[in-house]
């Protein structure tokens, strides 16, 4: 047995690792790298580590395009194989990979525009809405907890990883020349006590463990009362009747989002104000959540009896055409704009991050984790100045910074899951998906509560098993 490692390695983006066993390849996810344009673009149309047509299986944790994101390519290049994937993920993934499509197929077209004035070769989109439809009739998607043969004495079983709607930790169970190896992956690990989602899973003990490290420094704010101090940022906006911009993820953050003001409006705790999903993703994504309550924890349950439905509200508006969200930045605060992208890359965030950072009455509430150099971090550092589509502005807008929505496990809740694990039975920890001083850091903590075999591997490593 082999694990190769090649995506969201010493990084947080790109997920993908290679499992060879029993003369059988597969992928643990196959995601798509995002960062610096020009290195995004070369590093996610090749596959230079394996050829696509070789393998037999990919095992989908979830939707998120870093980690769903390149799947439509590696269709393209060859890959006739199965997906498997919880029934959630395969919803999401739909909508989320077509969306995709349709950012590739217009990125390349205004790129492209330039291009031929410049007498240069055209650029052809990574991928379309034909590899799309191709993709996903490759899907087979399974229950949490039901096991199943992938290939001859390859085992798999999916439990709740607690992060997004259908996001699984992967546990598998390989025979291989008389012995039996059980390896488990985290993908992306969900924080006890999140809204809307149950609790991260434990599997059963491995000998081998790739474990996400996002947070493996960082401690993230307390989760017993999330909604006090979005509560207060509500507060503040009526006072003054600001307009509030959320730059939020369109699948987990938004649905996350709109359920907190839900709760906090239906108790009174803060005066109604209007509140626009500005997101046709999100707008789709909402809907597959509706679809999957078999996905929400018990708090989530007793309310969807009670108030029927947690994403729907007296003045919560849904918005998918582009003169609705225009509109937007003719109307007088108090209001909330949720829209997305959640690192401020893209999308119509862009707009009204334009139309509204330079007036300082107003809010922007970051709610989520942004990569090293997009404006999203830049945003959460407070940085004076900014730049949006190429003009600068001056960032006079109050900046609000939560980071206990975030979707992730922080270093005390990445710890207390690996606690769990027979530390004797483990024979190497990887750390995955983190960015390398994040990795350092959860390493020193590991090796501190008795495992030590913590390994942080660089792209291309092999290991035999």
Request: proline share 3%.
């Amino acid at each position: 047995m082999q694990i190769q490692f090649i995506g969201a390695v010493k990084t947080v983006t790109g997920s993908m690792h290679l499992i060879k066993a029993n003369g059988y390849s597969f992928l643990l996810d196959c995601g798509l790298y995002q960062g610096k344009r020009k290195v995004a673009f070369e590093i996610n149309r090749k596959f230079d580590l394996f050829n696509p047509e070789e393998m037999n299986v990919v095992i989908l944790s979830h939707a998120h395009i870093d980690h769903s994101g390149n799947l439509p390519s590696l269709v393209k290049k060859g890959f006739k194989g199965n997906i498997y994937a919880t029934f959630a993920t395969r919803d999401l993934s739909s909508v989320m990979l077509r969306d995709s499509a349709h950012i590739q197929e217009k990125d390349v077209q205004y790129v492209n525009k330039k291009r031929i004035k410049q007498n240069k070769t055209p650029f052809e989109p990574l991928y379309t809405s034909e590899d799309v439809d191709a993709t996903m009739e490759k899907f087979i998607a399974l229950n949490y907890h039901h096991e199943i043969e992938i290939a001859p004495g390859i085992n798999l079983v999916f439990a709740d990883a607690g992060h997004i709607l259908g996001s699984a930790i992967t546990f598998l169970r390989i025979t291989e020349n008389g012995r039996i190896i059980n390896l488990g992956f985290s993908a992306d690990l969900g924080r006890p006590n999140l809204s809307i989602l149950r609790d991260p899973e434990k599997i059963p003990d491995v000998d081998f463990f790739l474990c996400e490290s996002t947070y493996g420094g960082r401690f993230l704010d307390n989760l017993t009362n999330p909604d006090a101090r979005l509560t207060e940022v509500l507060h503040n906006a009526n006072a003054r009747k600001s307009k509030i911009i959320i730059p939020a993820f369109s699948v987990g953050r938004t649905q996350e989002l709109v359920y907190a003001f839900h709760r906090i409006f239906e108790s009174n705790r803060a005066k109604r104000m209007p509140v626009y999903v500005d997101s046709p993703l999100s707008v789709n994504a909402t809907e597959v959540f509706r679809l999957h309550p078999e996905c929400f924890d018990n708090e989530t349950s007793r309310f969807l009896l009670k108030h029927e439905d947690p994403f729907g509200f007296y003045k919560l508006n849904y918005i998918t055409d582009v003169e609705d969200s225009k509109a937007l930045n003719d109307k007088n605060g108090p209001m909330v704009i949720i829209s997305s992208s959640g690192m401020c890359e893209a999308g119509r965030i862009l707009h009204h991050l334009a139309n509204n950072v330079e007036d300082a009455n107003n809010i922007i509430l970051v709610v989520g984790y942004s990569a090293v150099n997009t404006l999203g971090r830049r945003i959460a550092e407070k940085e004076k100045t900014i730049k949006i589509f190429g003009d600068e502005y001056n960032l006079n807008a109050e900046v609000v910074v939560m980071n206990s929505f975030s979707a992730h496990a922080d270093s005390n809740e990445l710890i207390d899951y690996a606690d769990k694990f027979d530390k004797d039975r483990i024979q190497k920890f990887f750390l995955v998906h983190g960015d390398f001083d994040q990795q350092e850091k959860f390493k020193i903590r590991l090796d501190s509560i008795g495992f030590n075999n913590v390994i942080i591997p660089s792209r291309g490593d092999i290991f035999e098993i």
